[in-house]
């Protein structure tokens, strides 16, 4: 549950002590190239940002929302206690992403994704209006400005659990897409001490 915070709360200082971080999923999804697209006719763009975003929703997990929309920038949290106890959760939620940005029909334009297993806390500053904060939502933040268009960029923790789900359903299940995730070394980021570790996928 999110905890609002305000001043004027009873025992609110007590609630934020006793604030545990979530873990979960910290998902941006961005359009590529949109402020150039922004050059179009307003009615031609704007329903290609709604196509979009459409579209990102069909493929997330079933019960997601976005919680923000920066620009033409969603975040998504999905908290790991709220997913099914399989081993294909992250693989899916990859595999979804994959299929997002590697769209061709014109009808979308071109996205790009970020994703981080990690954490957050569940806080908000707006009274009803569901929100997380944490240094690894700042970290998705990050790596979406990585990711080149059609590419999904990932932390490494995701990227050991898209690989141990391949690895857990075995052969002839699927999920060609895993072949084409590679490393992309070490980036020093903005408020981070130790250099992260990128993968990232695209064709």
Request: proline share 6%.
């Amino acid at each position: 549950m999110t905890l609002f915070f305000a001043p004027s709360e009873p025992d609110i200082e007590e609630k934020v002590r006793s604030l545990q971080l979530t873990p979960g999923y910290c998902v941006f999804v961005d359009i590529a190239g949109s402020t150039r697209m922004k050059d179009e006719a307003l009615y031609r763009w704007a329903s290609k940002i709604y196509n979009a975003f459409v579209r990102v929703q069909m493929f997330m997990p079933i019960g997601s929302f976005p919680l923000k929309s920066m620009g033409d920038a969603l975040l998504y949290f999905i908290p790991k206690k709220e997913m099914p106890d399989t081993c294909q959760v992250s693989l899916q939620l990859f595999a979804g992403l994959a299929s997002v940005v590697d769209d061709p029909d014109p009808v979308f334009p071109e996205q790009k994704a970020a994703v981080v297993s990690g954490a957050a806390y569940e806080l908000t500053f707006i009274r009803d209006r569901p929100d997380v904060y944490g240094k690894d939502v700042d970290l998705a933040a990050q790596l979406s400005s990585k990711a080149g268009s059609r590419e999904v960029v990932m932390n490494r923790a995701f990227y050991d659990e898209v690989v141990a789900d391949f690895n857990c359903i075995g052969p002839g299940g699927g999920f060609d897409e895993v072949n084409w995730i590679r490393s992309r070394g070490t980036v020093t980021l903005k408020g981070f001490d130790a250099p992260i570790e990128l993968f990232s996928y695209g064709r």
